[in-house]
């Protein structure tokens, strides 16, 4: 599966953001899905995951209340809403996918349960 990341740009501390990640080459609803962020000189961070079927959420402790994953099998996408942005938000954001994963917190929040990654788009909030 090829997924492709959208959304991104520069925004003032508070401003709100939505994310993009559209899924091609597969059956999107047999990946469970995830998305994490990457600031400079840091490691990659787990932000949220989303099961197939969308039932299922886990967010990561810094963007918990804040932020709202969600996704449309329909149109092979999922969604990443960001309100309150801060700066500490900035980095590059990533989707990605996993046809490992059911719902198990401890897999969804790791990196190396996912078997397929976007291309990133970079967020960068302003103070």
């Known amino acids: 599966v090829q997924l492709q990341a959208s959304g991104g740009g520069l925004v003032q501390a508070g401003a709100s953001l939505r994310l993009s990640c559209v899924a091609s080459?597969?059956?999107?609803?047999?990946?469970?899905a995830g998305w994490f962020r990457q600031a400079p000189g840091k490691e990659r961070e787990f932000v949220a995951f989303?099961?197939?079927?969308?039932?299922?959420?886990y967010y990561g402790g810094s963007v918990k209340g804040r932020f709202t994953v969600s996704r449309d099998n329909a149109k092979n996408t999922v969604y990443l809403q960001m309100n309150s942005l801060k700066p500490e938000d900035t980095a590059v954001y990533y989707c990605?996918?996993?046809?490992?994963?059911?719902?198990?917190?401890?897999?969804?929040?790791?990196?190396?349960?996912?078997?397929?990654w976007g291309q990133g788009t970079q967020v960068t909030v302003s103070s």
């Open positions: 990605a996918a996993s046809g490992r994963i059911g719902t198990a917190q401890a897999l969804a929040v790791s990196t190396r349960a996912y078997d397929y």
């Open positions: 080459g597969s059956t999107f609803s047999s990946y469970a």
């Open positions: 989303i099961s197939r079927s969308g039932g299922t959420t």
